[in-house]
């Protein structure tokens, strides 16, 4: 009855092969999991038997290629505690293998299928490689969207409002997001601010009032970037001019800069 009177709609189903490079970078992300697990295994070891780095290795979250290094000649008391923290540091080792090169698939699979998307949206200030390929893989095709509202919303980038009445209530950020990209999004963004002028005015504007609720809204703006971005087909254009400072011209410029994305808030 619903369907006959136009009352439903129909979702967006990617295709085969965008489901599996979707897989892919799915994979990636649960191999970066791993290899943190892999690491706190590792240092819950070496705090339970008192095993300390020296200076010369540094002492950083994740161990680096020199502690393992370190810790493969200590000498522990017995065989077997020398067993255990090898195994560990050799899992450590593993997993890392393992990220690096899931990584560089993904990279090889993303710009075979979307290369000039992935330049395009790896050309914007502050976005990296994982969010490029991150944007590709989980979403392809932008144009799905009806406008940015709906991108934003399917981000988990708009507010979460509890209306009753004319009483509308804002909760902060919505609990529904696509949870790969919302954590990368807020990530870039804070690179974003430092090379990026404009951005870091925005932030710096709204962050006296809610640093957090600032960072949410530069993640909008980066991510409004990206659509533009790759709807265009056109690279980030770090000169581009701030459309204020700029008269209003005839015929538009397909070029785009984070500011641009202001119009679209």
């Not at 950083?60 to 290629?65: H, I």
């Not at 255990?84 to 990220?99: F, H, S």
């Not at 919302?182 to 504007?205: D, G, M, Q």
């Not at 703006?221 to 980030?236: D, E, F, H, S």
């Amino acid at each position: 009855e619903q369907l006959e009177r136009g009352n439903l709609s129909g979702i967006y189903v990617l295709s085969r092969a965008q489901q599996e490079l979707r897989s892919l970078f799915r994979q990636r992300q649960d191999k970066v999991q791993e290899m943190v697990r892999a690491n706190n295994r590792l240092k819950s070891c070496m705090m339970f038997f008192g095993v300390s780095l020296p200076e010369s290795v540094g002492k950083k979250e994740y161990l680096s290629l020199k502690a393992l290094a370190w810790l493969d000649n200590y000498e522990m008391n017995t065989p077997a505690g020398k067993i255990t923290l090898r195994q560990y540091a050799e899992d450590l080792k593993y997993q890392r293998k393992q990220l690096y090169q899931t990584t560089k698939l993904l990279h090889t699979q993303v710009r075979a299928a979307h290369a000039r998307t992935y330049e395009c949206i790896i050309s914007i200030p502050g976005v990296g490689a994982t969010t490029a390929m991150a944007m590709v893989a989980e979403i392809a095709d932008f144009s799905r969207f009806k406008g940015p509202d709906e991108y934003c919303s399917f981000l988990g980038l708009c507010p979460w409002e509890d209306s009753s009445g004319d009483i509308v209530k804002t909760k902060g950020m919505q609990p529904r997001c696509n949870r790969q990209l919302r954590p990368l999004l807020i990530e870039a963004s804070w690179a974003a601010i430092k090379k990026s002028p404009v951005l870091f005015a925005y932030y710096s504007k709204h962050a006296a009032k809610n640093s957090k609720a600032a960072i949410v809204k530069v993640s909008r703006k980066v991510a409004l970037t990206i659509r533009a971005v790759a709807l265009n087909g056109q690279p980030y254009q770090a000169g581009y001019a701030h459309p204020q400072q700029q008269p209003q011209k005839k015929t538009p410029d397909v070029r785009f800069s984070l500011g641009m994305a202001e119009q679209q808030l």
